[in-house]
């Protein structure tokens, strides 16, 4: 294995070029005779649209085309999709609302697209966006989910009776319901899973190309997963042929899922190219991103968990009211179902549960899966109702979860999940040492000298990563197939490009990758380069997205690295007139085992491609392809510990201690994995302490600029202590598991149970401002 190769903590390849400002973005990306795009978006949550003026817009300097979705319908071009059929308990499919690209007839959330103005200047392009004059007709808005349920309440679409979309079960409920009635003792906790806004870095954008003489769509768009929207933008949207439509996102400043589904702007930009004749390109300002990218999470649970005399459970209850917003998103309805109920056993080994869950139209911006997509909603549930019962039961929270483990392997849940492998206790006892639990009273005295209000939390987080296989999922719905792609070639001089149907934005694949490439081959990592990205290039792909590059994507390259191997080793055997078995691969040599006869592995690619001395019948070349199905989904678990120190005269909390340990399997990049928890955690902390997206009665975003909402900063943030042990996955050829979401899954309950320890009892919701805690002091009984 090369100093490079797996496990390696090698500097990030790709950072160069985005430290000194090379990275190319799509607002980067140039095209001849290129104009702007603006849309014009309702103010209002809820109204008929009853006129649209378009002539004082389209009379302003510079203004190229002034287009409307009726027009946008008058073409054909279809309605937005939710990708995964979701069935409620009767039998029925999802109430599915029509979502046009462009709003025709009604707008449902502020932020709703009704107009498209494109100009030479962007500035052209806004200015006349304020000159369409559109009539308007209001109607009354509904923002919170159960008040969308409740008598009365305004309907949004006529697809939905009563605003409810689903209401689904998973689970035993006669065999829950009878073990919480002979509990010994049952934990009963109403939860709340603020919503959220991704705020990536990099704001969503579109550049749309129709080709006249070549009659092909170009769409260059900041996606997570560009062949999956080539897909849906020729087979549902009708907005060109698959075969003549090239997506591609190069450089894409964060995801976090927001970047996954295919949203109005890049089919309108594509459409509106076609129908002005000019490559339009539209960049999100950061307000449009508050108001219409895909916002997260946004649950009201209440949970019952019963326990028997020797504080064991014996059933888990849980009824969950989601919000989907004004419209369903590519896989909103998977995110609060398959994604969610079905990690509600956690790390405990639970006979009975039984979990309801209701999906429902509000006039808010449509909600889908944000980083851990279901798994932080799940593990907040658990953890938060775990802590709860420990402080009820009197007992050790860390005892109490620890008694409930799962111990033994393969573990088979109530609610699908089959659990591969797993040793939760080293977790635990990792985090407690390096938190120094035993000592924390010692510490809690220290700080009431000082004033202040010392708390501990822990959360035992697990979460399914590497969503599979295609046939398991697409019995549940799902609309796509979530295998993974992989070419390998090696050119005539022995360089490698691995193209891959991943995505990388910022997950750092084209280190990682290449180290595979180098711990197989032994070639040094610059002669390795990873192609993503792009559908004229790339063979199709399913993205990047629920913690799968490295357990699927990088297992299809493992699936071609093998291919070639085999037929290298072949070459080389020929070469050196040797067995073909006694081949090894060392240090970009090609070796026979015990000897020192070797060819290096440019010579082997070089006859691979003269083809003058090749094995009798063997094809010129040297390229392989693999496409890999996982056989099941990867577990990846841990043990958050969370130390907080609050300021009973603010309500201020600083997080004085967060400690992580994780179990990811075999880690290809320590130095990347740990960046990767600290990402995930700095999201989880954002959702405990500061971020919360609030509307109002009338559907308005209060919320709407970094002034209101408030992201995470440097010293909110403790520094991390971070360690992992190891259970390889026995699912993937590479034993990994997966880390991209952890931090943001295992992260806000423990600090909310920091938090209600500090103060005492639980009477507390995220985001848990200063202002809150200030209250909460003030206010609620002890524990």
């Known amino acids: 294995m090369g100093i490079e190769g797996i496990g390696a903590r090698v500097a990030r390849k790709e950072d160069k070029r985005f430290i000194t ?57 279809g309605n937005l999709i939710c990708g995964w059929m979701i069935h409620s308990k009767d039998g029925s499919p999802m109430k599915m609302g029509a979502w046009s690209p462009l709003a025709v007839d009604r707008v449902r959330y502020v932020g709703d697209a009704v107009v498209i103005v494109v100009a030479e200047t962007k500035g052209q392009a806004r200015d006349a966006a304020e000159a369409v004059e559109i009539t308007y007709k209001e109607r009354k808005a509904v923002s919170d989910a159960v008040e969308a349920l409740g008598k009365g309440a305004p309907q949004l679409h006529p697809e939905a009776d009563g605003n409810l979309i689903f209401d689904w079960g998973i689970g035993d409920a006669a065999a829950t319901d009878a073990a919480l009635k002979t509990a010994a003792h049952i934990t009963r906790v109403n939860i709340v899973n603020n919503r959220l806004v991704p705020n990536a870095m990099e704001p969503r954008a579109a550049l749309g190309h129709y080709d006249k003489a070549e009659d092909h769509y170009t769409c ?22 698959e075969n003549k439509l090239r997506v591609i996102a190069p450089d894409v400043g964060g995801g976090f899922g927001s970047k996954i589904y295919i949203y109005p702007e890049e089919i309108v930009c594509l459409w509106a190219s076609k129908k002005t004749g000019v490559p339009v390109k539209w960049v999100a300002d950061r307000t449009e991103s508050f108001l219409t990218d895909a916002h997260g999470r946004d649950h009201h649970t209440t949970v019952e968990m019963g326990f028997d005399k020797n504080n064991k459970i014996v059933g888990l209850k849980v009824d969950t009211i989601a919000n989907l917003g004004a419209y369903m998103s590519l896989f909103s309805s998977a995110t609060p179902t398959y994604l969610y109920a079905t990690l509600l056993s956690g790390q405990y080994n639970i006979p009975a549960i039984y979990g309801n869950v209701r999906t429902v139209y509000t006039n808010t911006a449509p909600v889908d899966a944000y980083r851990g997509a279901g798994r932080p909603e799940a593990t907040y549930v658990l953890e938060r109702t775990m802590e709860i019962a420990a402080r009820e039961l009197g007992v050790s929270p860390a005892e109490l979860r620890r008694s409930n483990f799962v111990t033994a392997f393969p573990h088979q849940t109530p609610v699908i999940m089959c659990y591969d492998a797993g040793d939760y206790g080293t977790s635990l006892d990792a985090a407690m040492k390096q938190a ?31 969503i599979a296989p295609s046939a398991a999922v697409g019995s549940l719905g799902a609309g796509v197939g979530l295998w993974e792609s992989a070419e390998v070639r090696v050119n ?13 934005h910022g997950q750092g694949h084209e280190t990682t990758f290449a180290q595979l490439v180098n711990s197989r081959f032994g070639v040094p990592l610059d002669s390795v380069s990873i192609v993503h990205g792009d559908t004229d290039k790339v063979q199709m792909g399913m993205g990047t997205y629920g913690s799968r590059s490295g357990a699927v994507g990088m297992s299809a390259i493992v699936k071609a690295l093998d291919k070639v191997e085999a037929k290298a080793k072949k070459i080389a055997a020929h070469l050196l007139e040797a067995d073909e078995g006694d081949i090894v691969i060392e240090n970009g040599q090609l070796k026979v085992a015990g000897t020192d006869k070797n060819v290096p592995w440019f010579q082997m690619a070089l006859a691979a491609y003269t083809a003058h001395n090749l094995p009798q019948g063997m094809e010129p070349g040297l390229k392989e392809t693999a496409f890999y199905d996982p056989s099941n989904f990867t577990f990846p678990a841990g043990c ?53 997206a609030i509307y109002d009665g009338s559907g308005q975003l209060l919320t709407a600029s970094y002034m209101d909402y408030t992201m995470p900063r440097a010293d909110d943030l403790p520094s991390f202590q971070i360690s992992t042990s190891n259970t390889p996955c026995p699912g993937n050829p590479l034993g990994i598991k997966g880390c991209g979401e952890a931090g943001a899954i295992g992260s806000p309950p423990a600090v909310i149970n920091a938090i209600t320890d500090a103060l005492g009892h639980e009477n507390l919701t995220m985001p848990a401002t200063p202002q809150k805690v200030w209250a909460a002091l003030r206010s609620g009984s002890k524990h």
């Open 220 to 241: 260059w768009t900041t996606s997570q997963n560009p062949h999956v929207a080539r897909l849906v933008m020729s087979a549902f949207y009708n907005v060109a042929p």
């Open 492 to 504: 005539a001089v022995g360089t490698i490009e691995v193209l891959t149907g991943s995505h990388s």
């Open 640 to 692: 958050y510990i969370c130390e907080v120190e609050i300021d009973p005269e603010t309500g201020k909390t600083d997080i004085v201690q967060f400690v992580a340990a994780d179990d990811f399997g075999n880690i290809i990049n320590p130095m990347i994995v740990e960046g990767q928890v600290h990402g995930g955690i700095a999201q989880g902390v954002g959702q405990a302490l500061l971020e919360g």
């Open 436 to 466: 120094d639990y035993a000592g924390f009273a010692k510490r809690k005295a220290a700080a009431a000298k000082k004033g202040k209000l010392r708390g501990i939390g822990m959360s035992c987080y697990i979460e399914a990563c590497g």
């Open 21 to 77: 400002g090379a990275g190319r973005y799509v607002d980067d990306m140039v095209v001849p005779g290129m104009k702007h795009a603006a849309f014009v978006r309702s103010p209002h949550a809820h109204a008929d649209i009853k006129k649209i003026d378009v002539k004082a817009a389209e009379a302003m300097p510079g203004v190229i085309g002034v287009l409307t979705g009726k027009q946008l319908k008058a073409d054909g071009i």
